[in-house]
């Protein structure tokens, strides 16, 4: 009926045009609109956005009525009013507000972007610089390297951390330089010691390894084997060439790793082609500072001539004074009446008495003692327990074990000899055939050789012992010191991994700079500005990591056994380890077991034995290679085995006894002083595990840790 567009007066509309459907859109059309309903956006001409609302006309009653009108009243609707208005200055508004605000977003954008590559310039990479020059600082033998500390963040807490490292590093250094100087004085003096009672001892004295070859023997060894020369006789190779029946050999053996001593053992040996001798052996077990066995001492003493004196008054023997007279052992006789009847040429030769002198009279105690006294054989004849042991309670008296009714004992005599003799003697009682004691005799054993060997093998052990234990108070010291010289010879390549991540962040950084200077950022690139965002926050994050594990693995620790699990720790072993695997063109494989139980051990001691021979490994393949660390469980040994297996040189077969032994090194001078596998096989033993090597040259080595899934209770 009316439109300002007078194009538009006439036409007819249908009830699909867009301003109709609002009501008749629906099988019953509607009566009442709500203002939502009645107003809609369009596109107008020039894809201009237009807002058009619709307004039915209802026939009021004065429409229907009125002489103008001529509308039934039925009709409720009598049409339909529609203004439409233009928004572009309202568009115009929007644009406007959008490109400020996204001018303003870039603005703060570069702000925050600026301040944060800022505080990374002056508060993280400043100072680790300043780290990476104090760590070259740190292996001179000038002053110790001390870092300024400005702030108290991590950066902070690890120039603090370093601090500590370096004064203490300065100060062992000092006292382990000192303590190995006092060491080596004390060893020499040992030595010196031992050798002069090695080579004095009238007995044959030999060293042999754990398998019996010889290492070293005495004068009187030398001697008793029948040589000319030591070179001679350590040509003898093994020691159980010399013992013609091989079954005493091995019980000799087996008796010393069974207890740890052997004493008194009669064997025949070989000394020369044609030559043999009975020999009395007695020996003990030598170990190290590790309580590793090391080698066996023997003590042989050639007895030939008194088995022959034995045998032969066993086999010639037709009156009680042949044999006693015959005899090689100091032996005397009192008879009933406490009298000297016997007194044989030993016995002279023992005591200085003659026999002329003593014999029908009972002064017996002349030979021993300055003045009269009972002596074993009066105890005996008198059938009196307490006389013996108000004389011989601490002369180590004990009844026989052979002989019943005898007696044995030990006592110094110090007016035999120039020096005084120690003497076994053993009194027995001689019955008549009704079984009455008629007489006793008595034998002398000159054992004073013997004991004052005895003793001083006894104090030599105790000084080894005494200096063991000194040892052990330092091994501490000494993992201590170790683990700090690792992480001083990781420094620089852990910071050059640090400054990886940092310079990609920096990167980022200037990529990001360069895509907001273009413009308008397109929702697609803001998905890309999320990607760099992420990485950057990754790589922040894992610089914070790597700076907590050098904290934690460079500060001294008490040492706490308790379940840990061994994949844990070789994980984070090799997370300090892997840029120096990777610089050095190595190619790590991992082959864990899953599920494996717990091992209780202290986690850090554990942690650095690994890295110790995982740096092994990877200096081994200077030209690169393959670096396999395998783990598993060994269900019948209840143990877990770490293997360690890498493509190197290998080692030589000669070297691989020493191979664990404190400054033992095959690398060239300034490459290592020999520590690192020493100190990893303490950490192993004292967790009561073991460490297995094979290696041969050029086909690489490979290093087998066993460590028990819980600690036995009695180790």
Request: hydrophobic share 40%; proline share 5%.
């Amino acid at each position: 009926m009316y439109s300002s567009e007078v194009r538009e007066i006439g036409t007819a509309l249908t009830k699909q045009d867009s301003a109709c459907t609002v009501c008749h859109g629906v099988s019953v059309p509607l009566e009442k609109l709500s203002l939502s309903q009645r107003a809609r956006f369009e596109k107008g001409t020039g894809q201009k956005h237009v807002l058009s609302i619709i307004t039915p006309i209802p026939n009021e009653p004065s429409c229907s009525t009125a002489p103008c009108h001529a509308h039934s009243p039925q009709e409720r609707k009598l049409g339909l009013l529609e203004v439409s208005t233009s928004l572009v200055r309202i568009d115009q508004e929007i644009r406007r507000n959008i490109i400020n605000t996204a001018l303003f977003d870039l603005a703060l954008f570069l702000f925050i972007t600026a301040i944060i590559v800022g505080y990374i310039l002056f508060f993280v990479n400043r100072p680790i610089r300043r780290l990476l020059q104090g760590t070259q600082e740190i292996g001179g033998k000038g002053p110790k390297a001390w870092i300024p500390i400005h702030t108290e963040d991590e950066i902070g807490g690890l120039a603090r951390a370093f601090n500590e490292m370096s004064a203490r590093i300065y100060t062992y250094t000092q006292d382990l330089e000192k303590i190995v100087a006092e060491r080596t004085d004390d060893f020499r003096k040992s030595e010196e010691k031992y050798r002069l009672i090695f080579q004095e001892s009238q007995n044959g004295i030999l060293l042999t390894n754990p398998s019996g070859r010889l290492l070293d023997i005495n004068l009187a060894g030398i001697t008793l084997l029948g040589q000319d020369s030591k070179a001679e006789a350590l040509e003898a190779g093994n020691v159980s060439s010399l013992f013609i029946n091989q079954s005493d050999w091995t019980s000799v053996r087996d008796q010393i790793r069974r207890s740890g001593l052997v004493r008194d053992f009669e064997s025949q040996l070989q000394v020369q082609e044609a030559s043999t001798i009975e020999a009395l052996i007695s020996g003990n077990v030598l170990k190290d500072s590790q309580s590793q066995v090391i080698g066996y001492m023997l003590l042989i003493k050639d007895i030939t001539e008194q088995k022959k004196a034995e045998r032969a008054l066993v086999k010639g023997k037709k009156t009680i004074e042949g044999i006693l007279e015959g005899s090689p052992i100091a032996t005397f006789v009192v008879d009933r009446s406490h009298r000297v009847i016997h007194w044989n040429k030993a016995c002279e030769l023992l005591t200085g008495e003659k026999a002329a002198e003593l014999i029908g009279t009972n002064e017996q105690w002349r030979a021993f003692y300055p003045e009269p006294r009972p002596i074993l054989a009066d105890g005996i004849l008198e059938e009196s327990y307490p006389l013996l042991q108000q004389f011989y309670r601490d002369k180590d008296l004990k009844e026989s074990p052979i002989i019943p009714g005898a007696y044995q004992a030990e006592d110094f005599f110090p007016s035999l000899g120039e020096r005084g003799r120690q003497l076994f003697f053993l009194a027995a009682p001689i019955r008549d055939p009704e079984g009455k004691i008629q007489a006793a005799i008595t034998t002398l054993q000159d054992v004073t050789e013997q004991r004052r060997s005895e003793r001083v093998i006894r104090q030599n052990i105790q000084e080894i012992e005494r200096a063991y234990e000194e040892l052990k108070s330092t091994q501490e010291q000494l993992i201590q010191s170790a683990r700090l010289a690792s992480l001083g010879k990781l420094a620089a390549t852990i910071a050059h991994e640090i400054n990886n991540p940092i310079a990609g962040v920096l990167n980022y950084i200037k990529l990001l700079i360069k895509i907001f200077s273009k413009g308008a950022v397109s929702p697609e690139r803001l998905k890309d500005i999320q990607g760099f965002l992420a990485i950057m926050e990754k790589e922040t994050a894992r610089c914070g990591e790597i700076v907590k594990n050098l904290l934690s693995f460079s500060r001294p620790s008490v040492v706490r056994k308790e379940p840990a699990p061994i994949n844990e720790i070789i994980e984070q072993a090799l997370g300090i380890l892997i840029h120096k695997i990777e610089i050095s063109g190595v190619t790590l494989v991992r082959d864990l077991g899953p599920d494996l139980p717990p091992v209780t051990c202290d986690f850090k001691q554990i942690q650095q034995a690994l890295m110790n021979i995982i740096i092994n490994g990877v200096e081994a393949m200077s030209g690169g290679g393959t670096l396999t660390i395998a783990s598993r469980f060994l269900p019948k040994e209840k143990m877990i085995e770490v293997e360690i297996r890498d493509t190197g040189i290998g080692i030589p077969k000669e070297h691989l006894d020493n191979l664990f032994e404190p400054f033992f090194s095959t690398k060239a001078e300034g490459k290592g002083v020999g520590l690192g596998l020493s100190v990893s096989y303490g950490i192993i033993h004292k967790h009561h595990g073991l460490i297995k090597v094979e290696s041969a040259p050029g086909k690489g080595t490979t290093f087998r840790v066993h460590l028990p899934v819980q600690e036995p209770a009695n180790h």
